[in-house]
């Protein structure tokens, strides 16, 4: 929701034609009170992230006391804490059918 005294229509005019960012509107009731962040087909958390900066810049443009950067963060803290911890990688197998790497192989004595 935006501040009372704020249009929320503004944001999304603002989004749009400054940054390129399609924000969906506040429907029937909630119309000019708050602005949506939808998505068709894929979205993930980064595309997300870029999402929510580009509303905090819209929101300031329109004259909102926004901190720039404070929504990004926080979604990004939160997808850091919850995410799914990432299994240590492996180390390579070597082929027998490549050469050795030249850490292993003997000096060569001329």
């Known amino acids: ?13 603002v989004a ?6 399609a924000l969906g509107a506040g429907l029937a009731r909630m119309a000019g009170k708050l602005f949506r ?10 595309m997300l992230l870029g999402a ?5 810049m819209a929101m ?10 404070a929504g990004v963060a926080a979604a990004a803290e ?4 919850t995410a799914a911890p990432v299994a240590p990688r492996a180390a390579p197998a ?11 192989r003997a000096p060569v004595r001329a």
Do not use: C, K, W
Not at 16 to 21: A, E, P, T, V
Not at 78 to 81: A, E, I
């Open 94 to 104: 070597q082929s027998p059918s490549l050469p050795p790497s030249p850490s292993s």
């Open 78 to 81: 939160h997808y850091r804490s």
């Open 37 to 46: 962040i939808g998505h068709l087909g894929d979205l993930n958390e980064l």
């Open 16 to 21: 749009f034609r400054r940054y390129n960012l």
């Open 52 to 56: 929510l900066a580009g509303a905090e």
């Open 1 to 13: 929701m935006v501040p009372e005294g704020t249009n929320a229509a503004d944001v999304i005019d």
């Open 60 to 69: 300031r443009d329109v004259g909102l006391p926004v901190t720039p950067g």
